[in-house]
């Protein structure tokens, strides 16, 4: 059994060796925490985002999409509260003068010092029981794992509570009670916790003397909020009505970390749905409900997904939950539904000046809309289905390599092989890329032996390989062999689109839903 670490290293590793995700400017030795998406990442987050895109704006009648500017009026940020309280709690160690997160120290510790223990007996366990190790039940029965899991759940409540309360005293405490040293120089010499504005500044303008400061964008939703007017009146939209966006976001993490989970330039997918105040219990319900549906027709396992209920919430909302994932370094926020009463139209109709209202024609009143809102990284849904899909199997002859990832998102649909470069086979085979291609990412590929061919399109997730035999030649038929099972069959090159169509396009996965 791999511990998690080792995994999590293997799910990296195979993102640069496959060409998922390289490290940003890495010819300069890189920047920290910036990456970019390479040619087979890019396949792959492109369809994460069509596929969230579609299922909320295709599949609703009274959901639309926009693409707001990343640059907005600077009084936008001041409204929505960011100037004042978009903020991470540092602390400095005096003798390395090195900078941290107070909140992740934390979080390191209960990793590094407590889970690390309950994962050495879960692996020890295992070692000793071997087939018959039910590892769940171990978990919920072992008195010392059940010991060391109250001891950081406690850990962790406490220092929710004192973020949450802004008592940046007794995250100072803890993290002295807990004797956490700086992992730089050793010592505990700490400074007070202070609280530092996680926006990037820039400037407008053609001279430095008459430039507007500006910020990059840390959320895509206030340029709905700014555009509810607009969107509502051209649109002749009624209430209850959503307003969808993807797009880049930046924040300067201080401790960015754990490979693209946490970065400084990243992309959310949010939508922000307009109700009646009063109604908002039940949307909250129901947008719950609908978000998970989402995730669990990408069938990456049920028990991997958890909802977390806010137990204190924002001065703004009046309820707050978020669909954690189990990533190989645990559960972690994955998406948020937040139920943020009128807080944001509100906001911006005081600092504006101008009235953002609906006009109810059933109740002949205006009133500001309440906002139920949906949102989620794209970059750690692209973590979540790429580390899930990650799988090592043994077979007969060695292991095998295999990218395990939902049809629909995989970045080439099939991979189309001539068994030999000759006799006519790669010309039968690049007509079937050709007639494919309208439809459906190919890929072809006639370098080294098929099994070889087979090995590298596991590894990239292609979910079918074609190969092209001398029988094709014959009768028109193909090998199609499916990248789960291995399985292989016989098939009419006319029937190939078919086939397609059932199992990888988009319009079938939605269905699901």
């Not at 998690?4 to 998922?20: C, L, Q």
């Not at 709905?224 to 969107?231: A, D, G, T």
């Not at 970065?263 to 009063?278: S, T, W």
């Not at 109604?279 to 978000?291: D, M, V």
Request: with cysteine; proline share 3%.
């Amino acid at each position: 059994m791999k511990n998690k670490d080792e995994v999590f290293k293997r799910v990296i590793s195979h993102a640069k060796e496959y060409g998922f995700i390289f490290q940003s400017s890495e010819i300069y030795d890189g920047l920290s925490a910036v990456y970019d998406y390479a040619q087979m990442g890019a396949l792959l987050k492109k369809n994460i985002r069509d596929y969230w895109w579609h299922a909320m704006v295709r599949l609703n009648d009274n959901i639309v999409g926009i693409d707001a500017a990343i640059f907005m009026h600077p009084t936008t940020w001041k409204a929505s509260g960011h100037v004042d309280a978009f903020n991470d709690p540092l602390i400095d160690n005096k003798d390395s003068k090195k900078r941290y997160r107070a909140d992740v120290l934390v979080e390191d510790y209960v990793a590094n010092k407590i889970e690390a223990k309950i994962d050495k007996e879960i692996q020890k366990a295992a070692k000793r029981f071997g087939a018959d190790f039910d590892q769940e039940q171990f978990e919920q029965t072992n008195p010392r794992v059940l010991g060391y899991k109250e001891k950081a759940a406690t850990i962790l409540k406490r220092l929710a509570r004192s973020l949450e309360d802004e008592n940046l005293e007794d995250v100072k405490a803890l993290i002295e009670e807990l004797e956490i040293a700086c992992p730089l120089s050793g010592s505990k010499n700490w400074t007070d916790v202070k609280q530092f504005n996680l926006m990037f500044g820039t400037k407008l303008g053609a001279s430095a003397e008459t430039a507007t400061d500006l910020y990059l964008r840390p959320e895509t939703a206030q340029g709905i909020f700014v555009n509810f007017l607009n969107v509502q009146k051209t649109g002749r939209m009624k209430i209850p009505f959503g307003i969808a966006q993807t797009g880049k976001a930046f924040r300067n993490e201080i401790v960015a970390r754990q490979f693209i989970f946490r970065m400084r330039e990243f992309e959310q997918m949010e939508m922000q749905f307009f109700i009646k105040p009063g109604t908002q219990q039940k949307w909250y319900e129901h947008w719950k409900s609908h978000r998970l549906k989402w995730h669990l027709s990408l069938g990456m396992g049920k028990e991997n997904y958890r909802f977390h209920d806010h137990e204190k919430l924002a001065h703004y909302a009046d309820a707050a939950a978020d669909i954690e994932f189990k990533f190989p370094f645990g559960f972690k926020e994955l998406e948020g539904i937040h139920s943020r009463t009128d807080f944001d139209l509100s906001s911006h109709e005081n600092y504006s000046g101008k009235k953002l209202q609906y006009f109810d024609p059933e109740e002949n009143t205006s009133y500001v809309p309440y906002v139920l809102e949906t949102s989620i990284g794209l970059d750690r849904m692209f973590l979540a289905v790429y580390s899930n899909s990650l799988q090592e199997e043994e077979l007969e002859k060695g292991t095998r390599t295999v990218l395990k990832l939902p049809s629909v998102l995989a970045p080439y649909k099939v991979a189309v092989l001539p068994l030999l470069k000759r006799d006519g086979l790669p010309e039968i085979a690049k007509s079937i890329v050709e007639d494919l291609r309208f439809d459906y990412d190919v890929v072809y590929d006639e370098k080294d032996a098929v099994g070889r061919r087979y090995r590298r399109q596991d590894a990239i997730g292609t979910p079918f390989c074609l190969t092209v035999d001398h029988q094709t030649l014959e009768d028109q038929t193909v090998t199609i062999r499916e990248r789960d099972s291995m399985n292989q069959e016989r098939v009419a090159i006319s029937s190939v689109g078919e086939m397609l169509r059932k199992e990888v396009s988009m319009s079938e996965w939605l269905k699901r839903l």
